[in-house]
């Protein structure tokens, strides 16, 4: 899928865009359903008849006891990538997802850094600040320990949120500021705590939701700056599926490891397995057609990966 020049200018302009209908209704809805599962062990409408009816909601932030940096599992499940469920494990093959995020980094050769499942659920929801002037930042760092620059199109990367579900005013959208991915390494090295307080920072633009239909994915520059607000309605969550890549020419240095360490590898060795080969590039395997790919190592490949669709590599 090819973005419009438009599409490709705002990115550039803004550092985001929002791309509509990218992945389809009953695909979000069968995601949604997993996604609410691993983090209530029920649905979501179940889980609010429960607090409901006891008065009490306990929160549902998974807790991090493994070796994975970022996220942990939550008491039903793993919100790590992969989890283990089709239905949302496959959402990284889309090949218009891919197409999209190829052009925002402006190479084919793209690499992952993390996903996971990012939940906000409404009746325990703390991850706002207190202000609507606070809690901005950039998540560079989630991925990487270099500082942010000025220079664009190299050593930041791209983040994006699948919407699995409508994100209206009151569902706690993320407030992103418009252009600001150009402005951020410059505030981040001021000593007035611009970024604490956005108010500091006259040349910042108004900040702006993230609303958007089900089917939408975000995507944004890891310089992007952004913060959370509360739900206005607490009634709701938003469930997102989160996904971060560089480009491969940098990725040494922008990643998050977690795919390669050893307690790992039996959620990632199936989900090689059985993924594309497209996909299987974005976490460093060459290509279709390399010279990589003889005899000998389709052999050694087999015997790694037994459940492995070679076919694709042997020419
Ligand atoms: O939840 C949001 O709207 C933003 C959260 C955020 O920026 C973060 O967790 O890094
Ligand atoms: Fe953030």
Known sequence: MKLTQDQLDAFDRDGFIMVENLFDPDSMAAALRDMEHIFYGKSFAEYLADVDKTGEADSVEPTVSNVVAHYGDTEYGRAQFPTGFDALDRLIENEDYLDVFAQCLGTDDVSYCNAHLFMRSGPTDTR??????????????????????KAIGSFDYVNSGVYLHDVDDDGAPMQVIPGSHRQAADVYLRSDGGMEDIRKVPEFAE????????????????YLIHAAIPFENKRKQRAFWTLSMARGDTSRWTKLANPWSGPEQQFFKPFWEKTTARVRTLFGWPPVGHPFYSETTLKGIAMRFPEMDLSPYQS
């Open 128 to 149: 706002y600040p207190e202000h609507p002037w606070q809690g901005y930042h950039a998540d560079h760092g989630t991925n990487t320990f270099l500082p942010l620059s």
């Open 207 to 222: 900040p702006v939701p993230t609303t958007a239909k089900a089917g939408s994915a975000l995507f944004y520059s890891s």
